[in-house]
Each structure stands twice: as structure tokens, then as C-alpha cells.
């Protein structure tokens, strides 16, 4: 392997100025232990799922990076030209661990969800925020970031720098396991809602009081227009938003739908609420939720976290729920563009 690395030049190679953004960003879907990793021209896809019901996913896009470098390799056994997209699997709990080696402030405070607090990483904050998820005074982890990859088979390579002190990480690397993104039908959306996503954050803790099972979400274009309903051996909660612009930045909803998901599946998207500065909030026709949040980043540039749901299926004996559906996320959202 050694004469492969000399020989050509690594697939992949990035420096980054900012380990907090890349620890941040990612930070926001570790509710798994692995991901998936896709190289591309434009930037990293990293994708983790639950149980085939809930997929998250963070776009590290080359504009976080002061240098980045992707050499693909053509597929020596396909007829087509395209190159071969590097694909693999990778622990993220690890890469987390690598990224914050220099700078938690407080080490019970780990990326790993056991501080209070999902904004920001001490727990001296209830909610970060954009500004201060990205805070120098919350993280310190100022330092140089370096990735490599060679190619297939070979470990994703980590080297972090900081006044003198270099310390370098190789993740083993696996192959692929997930098949498939959760489709979400963007030409047959049944919702499109884009709000603050404080607002959102602020109403799914609300409901937690009664340490929900469910969350039915309904949209209608009559009063009343978007609540958030939760169910659970305490009792039951409701949140209501009306339709006023201030609150509501986008609504689109041409009809009543009614869809039920697991709360906790939905609560494990409370780091990137707390994070970000707007959510958009889309259900196709077959129920697939997508929740794409904008999370401002230092230097007035934004990236993107999508996390897609399946609905909640009803058993026998269940209340009615025959207009509940899935849920769903996708990788081109309304987020990117200025709605009119």
C-alpha cells in the first residue's frame, strides 16, 4: 500500500482553519455512532440513520476549507468516464474525539450529549445560538485542521495543529452500509414551512414535560395552522403557531395533513435547532418529514444539517390515525434561497 500512496496522489486533501465548525456541524447528527462519507467537488457528505427510520445529514462544504483538493479516480471496471465517488464508513464518535483533542473547556461537557444543554458545548448556555455555537470564548479550538484520504481501503487520515503541538489520527475505514436516502417527493410536497428554528426548539422541549412516545404534527390552511401535539404516560401537550409572517417566514400548506412520528427520533435533531437560525419544515404526500436547518458560521457563511423522518405506522387498537404518514429530509432545500 505504501508504493499505491506514493505512486498517486490522495483521493482527497483539506486543511481547515476552524476545527470548532467542523466539530459543530457535525456534532449536530453524532445521535449515531457512525457515519457515512461521501467525497464530492463540492464538499463532505456525512449521512448517519436510526434504524432505517431517521437519517441525518451534514454538508461540509469546501468553502469551510482554506484548501481543498479532490483527485477521483476513474472506475477501471465501468464504461462510463465518471469517476468513482468515494464512499465509505467511518466511526463519528472517533472523528468527534479527534476534532475537540485540543479544546473543550469543560471536559464534562463532551460532545457525546451528556451536558443539558444541546446549543452550545459548556453547560453554561441553554441555548448557543449561531453566535455562540461558533463562540471562541465556548470552544477553544482554534487550531489547523488537516484531512487525507488515499483512496479505497485506506484510513481517513486526521492531523490537528496548535502552537507547536501536532497530533495525527488514522480512522479505519469500512464499507458502505446504507443503501438508500429516505426519499423525500419534492414534486409532491404537502407542507413547506419555514420558521426560526429557536422558535421550533423552544416547542419541542415544551412538550417534553410529558415525557412523550409521539408527536403529531398538523398543518392546515385554516386556523388553527401548524401545531405540535405530544402523547405520553403523563398526558398529552399541545403548541400552536398562528399564520402571521413574523412567525411564520414561509407557508405553504394546501391542504390539512396529519402525521405522527416518534418524539425521541425528533428530539435527536435538538442540537441543530438550537444551533441554527432557520428551519424548513417540508412533508411530501407519502409522509416523509424533512427538517433542513441554516446554521450560520464564521466569516458570514452558512452550511446546511438535514435530518428526514418516517411516520409513525398505527397498530391495531390505535386511535385513527389513517391520514398520519412518513416523514423525509432532502439534500436540496428551500434554505438556500431568499423565499418571496
Not at 421550533?200 to 398538523?218: C, G, H, K, M, Q
Amino acid at each position: 500500500m505504501a508504493s499505491t500512496n506514493n505512486e498517486h496522489p490522495p483521493v482527497f486533501s483539506a486543511v481547515s482553519s476552524s476545527a470548532r465548525q467542523l466539530f459543530q456541524l457535525l456534532r449536530c447528527i453524532s445521535f449515531a455512532t457512525k457515519a457515512q462519507v461521501q467525497i464530492t467537488e463540492e464538499g463532505l457528505r456525512f449521512t448517519v440513520e436510526d434504524s432505517r427510520v431517521m437519517q441525518g445529514l451534514a454538508f461540509l462544504e469546501k468553502t469551510l476549507f482554506t484548501t481543498y483538493i479532490y483527485s477521483p479516480v476513474l472506475a477501471i471496471d465501468d464504461e462510463s468516464d465518471d469517476p468513482e465517488v468515494p464512499t465509505f464508513q467511518i466511526s463519528l464518535s472517533s472523528l468527534l474525539e479527534t476534532l475537540q483533542i485540543f479544546g473543550i473547556n469543560e471536559a464534562k461537557d463532551r460532545w457525546s450529549g451528556r451536558d443539558p444543554a444541546y446549543g452550545g458545548v459548556t453547560g453554561t448556555l441553554a441555548r448557543g445560538g449561531p453566535a455562540a455555537a461558533f463562540d471562541n470564548r465556548t470552544l477553544g479550538m482554534a487550531g489547523i485542521c488537516r484531512l487525507n484520504y488515499a483512496g479505497s481501503g485506506e484510513p481517513l487520515c486526521i492531523i490537528m495543529e496548535e502552537t507547536g503541538v501536532t497530533t495525527t489520527c488514522e480512522l479505519v475505514t469500512y464499507e458502505p452500509e446504507m443503501q438508500s436516502e429516505i426519499p423525500l417527493q419534492r414534486e409532491a410536497l404537502a407542507q413547506k414551512i419555514i420558521m426560526r428554528a429557536d422558535w421550533l426548539y423552544d416547542a419541542i422541549n415544551e412538550l417534553s414535560s410529558t415525557s412523550p412516545t409521539r408527536l403529531t404534527i398538523v398543518a392546515s390552511p385554516t386556523p388553527p395552522y401548524f401545531t405540535l401535539s405530544s402523547t405520553g404516560p403523563l398526558g398529552s401537550a399541545t403548541v400552536e403557531f398562528s399564520k402571521d409572517p413574523q412567525l411564520l417566514e414561509t407557508f405553504s400548506v394546501p391542504r390539512r395533513t396529519v402525521n405522527t412520528y416518534k418524539y425521541p427520533l425528533i428530539k435527536a435533531a435538538s442540537r441543530a435547532m438550537s444551533m441554527a437560525s432557520k428551519v424548513s419544515i417540508r412533508g411530501d404526500e407519502q409522509g416523509v418529514l424533512s427538517l433542513q436547518f441554516l446554521i450560520e458560521v464564521d466569516g458570514g457563511g452558512v452550511s446546511f444539517v438535514d435530518f428526514r423522518f418516517v411516520a409513525y405506522l398505527p397498530e391495531d387498537g390505535d386511535e385513527d390515525e389513517s391520514d398520519q404518514r412518513g416523514s423525509g429530509l432532502d439534500t436540496d432545500g428551500d434554505l438556500a434561497y431568499k423565499s418571496s
